[in-house]
Structure formats: C-alpha cells, structure tokens
C-alpha cells in the first residue's frame, strides 16, 4: 500500500512509466483482492482503540487518504499513547508529511525522545512545517545518523550545513556516510560538492557508486561545479 502511495506521487511528478504501472496495476486482480472493503475500510474510531495494531493500521488509512481533519484525534494518541514509540513516531510522520503546521507544539517535547524513530521523526516533521527550525541545531551532532541527517535537511534552506554534511561523510560508521549521501541528493546544494568527493572515494564500492550518481544527479539538476 506504501509502495503504491509513493508510485502515486511519482505518476504527479511525471516520472516516466508510473502512470502506466499504476493503469496495469489497478487492471489486474491483484488490485481487485486488496481493494476487499473488510481491508481498505477506515473507521475514525479505530484512532481510539486500545489495540496498538488496530491504531497503526487507522493511521495507515489516514496518511493514504490525507485524512487531515483526524489530526486532534492523532494528536490526542500523542497524550495516551506517550509510552508507545511506534504509534508517536508514526503520528509525528504524518503530522509532517501532511504539513500539519498548527500542531508544532505538541511535536516539539517530542524532539527530545530516547526513541531514535520518534526523534528522527520528529525533527523531519519540523523541518517540513517550516517551523521551529531555530531548535534544530544541536542534532547535527545527534548520536543517530538518521537523526542527523534530518537536521541537516531541516535546517539546509536556512543556514550553511555544509560542515555538518562533511563531518558524516568522514564519519567511521558507514551508516553515517550513507546518511550525508541522503543529505546531499535532498539539499541539491553546491555547498556541498566537497563531502560528495569525499564520499567518491570512499573505501566501500556501494558508498563510491551512490556518490557518483549523485554527482551525475548534481549535474542534470545544473548544479555549479558538479560538471
């Protein structure tokens, strides 16, 4: 369902062959079984369920459908369901896919989770609202490369992060490194050519060959010196 949503936005983006995946895919019986009502139906009162699972799969619907009036009903889960990680982190996600910006404030306390998955998803919520962007400083130097690498695409539109982006390209742990290649392709930046050489000759072959398209992306995007 996930992966179908995603396809959505690419067919919107005009990416060659979605449109036409999507044409043969809602055609085929494959489609037909997972449309089964008992499986696609949303009940808002699913949002108030005791169980974890049935929540999480209410919330699944609600980012589908872009269900933006359940957000007081999502934010209230963020007050009864404070202990349970994996239904704060997906309320925040949403909270910030949707650009929900009105609820900023009861993303904030959330910035400071033990969670690495609600404080990564609560720092990207942030940067997507275009809010709050000023607290976002002190994760660049998270001890989560995921963290991290939020706040660097958070904070890219508005302050110099270059040093931030260089810093995890150098890092010992390669999921750091992995992290500023995501970084890098988000921000589009020239700013941001020396971390990507880095990363060019980095000692793992996936690393290298992820930079160097990157790089080649750089330079169909027209960014300077990328050529």
């Known amino acids: 369902e996930r992966a179908v949503h995603v396809i959505h936005s690419f067919a919107e983006s005009g990416v060659p062959g979605s449109q036409e995946y999507l044409d043969e895919y809602y055609g085929s019986n494959e489609y037909q079984e997972i449309e089964d009502p008992s499986l696609v139906s949303f009940d808002p009162r699913d949002l108030q369920s ?14 589908e459908n872009q269900y933006i009036d359940m957000g007081p009903m999502m934010v209230e889960l963020l007050q009864t369901h404070k202990e349970d990680f994996q239904v704060c982190s997906y309320v925040i996600r949403i909270l910030g896919e949707l650009e ?33 962007v000023e607290y976002l400083g002190s994760f660049l130097e998270d001890r989560n490369n995921r963290v991290r690498a939020n706040a660097v695409v958070a904070m890219g539109g508005k302050e110099d992060v270059s040093q931030a982006v260089l810093v995890m390209a150098q890092h010992e742990n390669p999921l ?36 160097l398209e990157i790089l080649q992306f750089y330079e169909i995007c027209g960014i300077a010196g990328s050529t």
């Open 50 to 63: 005791e169980d974890p699972e049935v929540i999480l799969r209410a919330l699944s619907r609600v980012l």
């Open 100 to 132: 929900m910006g009105e609820y900023l404030g009861q993303i904030m306390p959330f910035l400071k989770s033990e969670d690495v998955r609600v404080r990564a998803n609560a720092v990207e919520a942030v940067g997507r609202m275009g809010k709050g």
């Open 176 to 211: 750091f490194r992995r992290s500023a290649l995501y970084s890098i392709k988000q921000l589009k930046s020239p700013t941001l050519l020396d971390a990507l050489e880095s990363l060019i000759h980095d000692t793992e072959v996936s690393i290298r060959n992820q930079a």
